[in-house]
Structure formats: C-alpha cells, structure tokens
C-alpha cells in the first residue's frame, strides 16, 4: 500500500513529501492523519532542527483537498472535517516551533495553498501555480486561507484571489509577498536545503520564540470560517460545484 506521505531526515533536517502524485497530492484524511503523527514525532525529536515540506512528483505540491472524500458531507460533518484539519495539522504547523519551509514544487491549491500558508517560510517553483479555487464549488476556505491570506499579501489582493478564485503564477506570488522566493523548478530542493543550512546558524530556543510571537494573533476569524465553510454544505452553490467538479463539467451557479 502507498505511503500517503515519505520522511527522510539529513544532517537535523527533516524532509516530507506528501505522497499521491498520481492524484496530484491531494490531501486525504489518511494524508492529513499522517501529517499529524509526523509533526507530532519531530516536536519531539531533538535531532530534528528544520523541517521542509513539498509534494512528490512534478506537477504539484497539493492540488487541494480529495472532494470526493466530502461530497456527501452533512453541515456537522463538515465543521468537523475542517475543525480537526485545523487543529491538528494546519495550526499544527503554524504553531511548530522549529522552522517549516514550503518547497512549492508546482501546484498550490485550495487546502495546498492553505497548507503552504501555514509553513513558516514558502519557496516557489517558477513553473507553481497558486490559488484558492473554492468559490468554484460554492465554498470558502475552510483549513485557514480567509485568515492567512490577508495577512500575507493584504485584505485586496486576499479578496480579489478567493472571490475570483482564480490562479496566479509564481512570479505573481512573488510580488504579492505570497511567497519568499521563486526559483527553476529543477532547483527547489537544493535552494530548500539552502535555506535550511542558514536557519541551522540561528538559536533554536530564538527561533520557537519569534514563531510564537509572530503567530500570536486573535483567532476569531479562524472560528468564523470553519462556521461559515459548514454552513455553505446545506447550499444549493455546494451541491451544484461539488457535482460539476465529479462529474468533470462546468458548474451552473
């Protein structure tokens, strides 16, 4: 059986790849439980100092969330679905006191980007693309893009990506401040490993501090989206974009 996800540790850094490259890495409940119990072993593992994250493959580092597994979803289950994702993975990683590269390896989407945002630091692919498509189903965000987003690249530029819901490059996260970097696809790993060697210069005990301090906002916004992405479950939007995406046509809002 596949690994949902591949863990390799070199000289104190951890590298993971998540692991569906023939379904575009999209995240799964047994990725995200994989995600969990990983995280949850290097906090714990003192000869881990970096941490890097990318997709296998070459096309995506996760394309989104697997929306065959929430189709069917009730209002209930939903909140659950991203109310666990959040806490477990997502703000898991936000959280994690040692330093979390992205290595966007190509696509970005929805959960993707959501999980990108969550990383400490994001290295982009020129060839990446990055977006957060879920309008297209009649949703929002629900793993904390309403709220990381803004903060990133500013409420305009936040309102124009997920109202549009449309893609934009690398270079144009570049610009936006989405992503700290972009780089030849070819030399992702090799810049990720880069700039693991400068964090690895840096104090550990400093390092969890600034990332605690700078993640330490209110997180009220966080409650409303996952409320908010529930409730959209019980719309005719959701039902018509869900279907319209299984079905490979184009939704009829």
Not at 92 to 100: D, L
Not at 101 to 117: D, H, K, P, S, V
């Amino acid at each position: 059986m596949e690994q949902p996800i591949l863990l390799a540790k070199a000289d104190r850094v951890a590298w993971i790849k998540i692991n569906r490259p023939k379904k575009l890495n999209a995240l799964n409940a047994a990725v995200l439980e994989a995600l969990h119990s990983t995280f949850e072993s290097l906090e714990q593992d003192d000869e881990v100092r970096v941490v890097v994250l990318t997709g296998n493959g070459e096309k995506a580092f996760v394309a989104g969330a697997d929306i065959s597994e929430f189709a069917s979803f009730s209002k209930a289950e939903a909140y659950n679905l991203v109310a666990e994702g959040q806490k477990n993975v997502f703000d898991r990683i936000a959280q994690f006191p040692k330093p979390v590269i992205a290595a966007i390896n190509g696509y970005a989407l929805g959960g993707g980007l959501e999980l990108a945002m969550a990383c400490h630091l994001r290295i982009a692919a020129a060839t990446a693309a990055l977006g957060l498509p879920e309008v297209s189903l009649g949703l929002i965000p629900g793993y904390g893009g309403t709220q990381r987003l803004p903060q990133l690249v500013g409420r305009g530029r936040a309102m124009e990506m997920i109202l549009t819901g449309e893609m934009i490059s690398a270079a144009q996260a570049l610009e936006y401040g989405l992503v700290n970097a972009v780089v030849p696809a070819e030399d992702i790993l090799k810049t990720a490993a880069q700039w693991a060697s400068k964090l690895l210069k840096n104090a550990p005990q400093a390092q969890a501090a600034a990332i605690q301090a700078i993640q330490a906002f209110s997180g009220d916004g966080y409650e409303l989206e996952k409320q908010l992405f529930a409730a959209l479950f019980e719309t005719e939007g959701f039902k018509e974009g869900t279907q319209a995406f299984l079905n490979k046509r184009k939704p009829n809002f």
